[in-house]
């Protein structure tokens, strides 16, 4: 009796008492560990993944060594510098103060080139063989062109205004030959006259230039453009004023070899 009351005991509460919500399933240890060892396989770095990126790093990086892009950079800029040598060089131009001059009657045509009005010593005095009424008559066609020529050899490395003589042409027909000169006493005195002067043309009285009582000087100043294109050539072209009739002039000197 004494074991029938205790199981009584026991086992009447279980049968009486009210029915509660199950518990909650505790997670298995298994799964736990399968997702932790999953998460852990996707952060931690694969051998053969990192191998196979390495390997297509390598295959994407140039294939050209450092040397041989240098040389070849090298070359380039050597190639470039001896095109650069090997062109021609270029034309220049700037402006000067151009006077031509010449007795009236009987004289020769002078050329005279200034690059400042106040210095009375030209940079290029050129005695010319055409006559002055010669030019005045090719002057009012309105075009004069003058070509200076030197083709002698010995005068290949001589700058262009040493040469000592040229073969002359005007408006294509040979004339005879111009001449470099000095400028004399008689020059200057007759530039420092027309240094408050830049463009104008007029008489200078007889003596002042010539020395003789019996000639007056003609002359004509203006301002050039000088255009030097090289070594062997050089030109200039007058300017005429805004209001001037228009007057086509040129001079040329050009070297041959």
């Given at each position: 009796?004494?074991?029938?009351?205790?199981?009584?005991?026991f086992?009447?509460?279980?049968?009486?008492?009210?029915?509660t919500?199950?518990?909650?399933?505790?997670?298995?240890?298994?799964?736990?560990?399968?997702?932790?060892?999953?998460?852990?396989?996707?952060?931690?770095?694969?051998?053969?993944?990192?191998?196979?990126?390495?390997?297509?790093?390598?295959?994407?990086?140039?294939?050209?060594?450092?040397?041989t892009?240098?040389?070849?950079?090298?070359?380039?800029?050597?190639?470039?510098?001896?095109?650069?040598?090997s062109?021609?060089?270029?034309?220049?131009?700037?402006m000067v103060?151009?006077?031509?001059?010449?007795?009236?009657?009987?004289?020769?045509?002078?050329?005279?080139?200034?690059?400042?009005?106040?210095?009375?010593?030209?940079?290029?005095?050129l005695?010319l063989?055409?006559?002055?009424?010669?030019?005045?008559?090719?002057?009012?066609?309105?075009?004069?062109?003058?070509a200076l020529?030197?083709?002698?050899?010995?005068?290949?490395?001589c700058?262009?205004h040493?040469?000592?003589?040229?073969?002359?042409?005007?408006?294509?027909?040979?004339?005879g030959?111009a001449?470099?000169r000095?400028?004399?006493?008689?020059?200057?005195?007759?530039?420092?006259?027309?240094?408050?002067?830049?463009?104008?043309?007029?008489?200078?009285?007889?003596?002042?230039?010539?020395?003789?009582?019996?000639?007056?000087?003609?002359?004509?100043?203006?301002?050039?453009?000088?255009?030097?294109?090289?070594?062997?050539?050089e030109?200039?072209?007058?300017i005429?004023?805004?209001?001037?009739?228009?007057?086509?002039?040129?001079?040329?000197?050009?070297?041959?070899?």
């Amino acid at each position: 009796m004494p074991k029938i009351d205790a199981l009584r005991r026991f086992l009447l509460p279980c049968f009486n008492s009210t029915p509660t919500s199950p518990a909650p399933p505790v997670p298995l240890t298994i799964s736990t560990k399968k997702r932790l060892s999953t998460s852990l396989r996707d952060d931690l770095d694969d051998p053969k993944q990192d191998k196979k990126t390495e390997e297509d790093q390598e295959d994407s990086y140039p294939t050209t060594p450092i040397s041989t892009t240098n040389s070849t950079t090298t070359a380039a800029s050597a190639s470039a510098a001896a095109a650069l040598l090997s062109a021609p060089p270029r034309s220049s131009k700037t402006m000067v103060i151009g006077t031509i001059f010449g007795q009236r009657r009987g004289g020769h045509v002078w050329f005279c080139v200034q690059h400042d009005r106040l210095n009375t010593k030209p940079s290029l005095l050129l005695e010319l063989s055409i006559p002055t009424t010669t030019l005045i008559q090719e002057m009012r066609c309105g075009l004069v062109r003058i070509a200076l020529e030197s083709s002698d050899s010995e005068l290949n490395r001589c700058p262009l205004h040493s040469i000592p003589m040229w073969t002359l042409f005007c408006n294509g027909r040979k004339i005879g030959f111009a001449v470099r000169r000095r400028a004399t006493q008689q020059t200057r005195i007759m530039l420092k006259t027309m240094q408050s002067m830049t463009v104008g043309a007029g008489v200078i009285p007889s003596g002042l230039v010539s020395g003789t009582e019996s000639e007056e000087v003609l002359y004509m100043r203006a301002n050039y453009e000088c255009i030097i294109g090289g070594a062997d050539s050089e030109s200039f072209h007058l300017i005429n004023p805004d209001e001037g009739p228009g007057q086509e002039f040129s001079i040329f000197l050009l070297r041959s070899n």
